[in-house]
């Protein structure tokens, strides 16, 4: 089970930091996906880090502006999100796959990012 938390309203140009927390699987055996979702569109993928953390992806949109990391120790992923802009805002979720750009295996529940003055 995954279980996102950290989301919130910030002001454009700001910074949130998510967090993905896995129970019941350790996440040390799987590449961690960020994706998300913004009202009336599709979800599409954020970002992604594979199990040793030496390869990571970015989408256009977001590259220079967030960073994606985990602690495997804590059985934990991170989105640190920088300058912030309205167009980021959605659902975001994380996601667990085999390694980057294989098929999601498990989903978590997402949480709410807001990017408004």
């Known amino acids: 089970q995954l279980v996102e938390s950290g989301g919130g309203l910030v002001q454009p140009g700001g910074s949130l930091k998510i967090s993905c927390q896995a129970s019941?699987?350790?996440?040390?055996?799987?590449?961690i996906n960020w994706f998300r979702q913004a009202p009336g569109k599709e979800r599409e993928g954020v970002s992604c880090i594979n199990q040793s953390t030496r390869f990571t992806s970015y989408a256009d949109s977001v590259k220079g502006r967030f960073t994606i990391s985990r602690d495997n120790a804590n059985n934990s992923g991170y989105l640190q999100m920088d300058s912030l802009k309205p167009e980021d805002t959605g659902v975001y979720y994380c996601?667990?796959?085999?390694?980057?750009?294989?098929?999601?295996?498990?989903w978590g529940q997402g949480t709410g990012v807001t990017v408004s003055s």
């Open positions: 019941g699987e350790r996440l040390l055996f799987y590449a």
């Open positions: 996601a667990t796959s085999s390694y980057c750009d294989a098929p999601i295996d498990v």
